[in-house]
């Protein structure tokens, strides 16, 4: 499989986007606001954690049947 770039690339924008979100949050003092970006930025760094340690997996596998 290696590694899936796309799903990456949009995982990596919508963490960029909710980022701007706790930045703006933290300025507006919305601590609820704030809750809710930060429980999905901790959920999309463990969603690209697995598609990059998965990708690192299967060309690690390649590597080994060459």
Same mark, same amino acid.
């Given at each position: 499989? @290696?590694?899936? =770039? &796309?799903?990456?690339?949009? =995982? &990596?924008?919508?963490?960029? /986007?909710? =980022?701007? /979100?706790?930045?703006?949050?933290?300025?507006?003092?919305?601590?609820?606001?704030?809750?809710?970006?930060?429980?999905?930025?901790?959920?999309?760094?463990?969603?690209?954690? @697995?598609?990059?340690?998965?990708?690192?997996?299967?060309?690690?596998?390649?590597?080994?049947?060459?």
């Amino acid at each position: 499989m @290696s590694y899936d =770039i &796309q799903r990456i690339r949009d =995982i &990596q924008e919508k963490l960029q /986007c909710t =980022i701007e /979100c706790i930045e703006k949050s933290r300025v507006a003092g919305d601590a609820e606001t704030l809750e809710a970006c930060e429980y999905l930025a901790a959920s999309y760094n463990e969603k690209l954690a @697995s598609l990059v340690n998965r990708g690192l997996k299967d060309e690690k596998q390649q590597h080994a049947t060459v």
